[in-house]
Every structure is written in C-alpha cells, then in structure tokens.
Nanobody, 130 residues
Framework: QVQLVESGGGLVQAGGSLRLSCAAS????????MGWFRQAPGKEREFVAA????????HYADSVKGRFTISRDSAKNTVYLQMNSLKPEDTAVYSC???????????????????????WGQGTQVTVSS
C-alpha cells in the first residue's frame, strides 16, 4: 500500500513562492495518476492540479493556471507542486492524492473526481499573507 507524505508548506507573503513535495513510500507511484487538492476553512476540497502516470498529461484548475506547476520524479517517487505568484486566496491545506491508473488518462475530468482517488496524504498548510 502506498503512503503519501506532503511537505513544503508554510507562511509566505503574497507574490512569493513555495514548492510542495509529496513523497511516496511502500510502493512505486508509477501506476498512479497524481493530484493536488486544497481545502480552505469553511470550503469544500477543490482540485488544483494533476499529472498522469507517465507525465504526459497535466491539468490545472483555472485559478492556478500559469502560476502553479506540477511535476513528478519517478526516481525519487515524489510529486511536486511549484507555486509561484501566490495570493492570499491560495491559503489552504494542500493534499496530494493517488488514483490507480492502468493506462495514462488524457481527460481533464478524470483527475477532478476527488472521490475517486484511492490514497491521500495528511496535508500541509499553506498560508499567504497580504
């Protein structure tokens, strides 16, 4: 069973950058599509970004497009979320999630189905001050 651990969160001023990491243990991530989600206080968990098992398909929420970059490093069994030009509205707990993917999926909606993800990390807090 894969276990996911996020790191890299923290407090940053608006306009700043953070890089989140999602490290996996117990099994390789090579068979999983990976997603990042976030949840702000009083709001539902929302989709942020996702990447297919082979890295050939990437999808972003409109709210982060052009500012965030998702990537994966198979050798390190880790997925990253580079966040630039951060805004106060990006403040949330960010969680990574893994969904088994037998073949690469090239459709956006598949990655946004948060209830279909199999494994979740515990989350890391990102706070952006104005």
């Amino acid at each position: 069973q894969v276990q996911l651990v996020e790191s890299g969160g923290g407090l940053v001023q608006a306009g700043g950058s953070l890089r989140l990491s999602c490290a996996a243990s117990g099994r390789t991530l090579s068979s999983y599509g990976m997603g990042w989600f976030r949840q702000a206080p009083g709001k539902e968990r929302e989709f942020v970004a996702a990447i297919s098992r082979n890295g050939g398909f990437i999808h972003y929420a409109d709210s982060v497009k052009g500012r965030f970059t998702i990537s994966r490093d198979s050798a390190k069994n880790t997925v990253y979320l580079q966040m630039n030009s951060l805004k106060p509205e990006d403040t949330a707990v960010y969680s990574c999630a893994a969904r088994i993917q037998y073949v690469p999926v090239y459709g956006s909606s598949w990655y946004e189905e948060r209830d279909k993800y199999d494994i979740w990390g515990q989350g890391t807090q990102v706070t952006v001050s104005s």
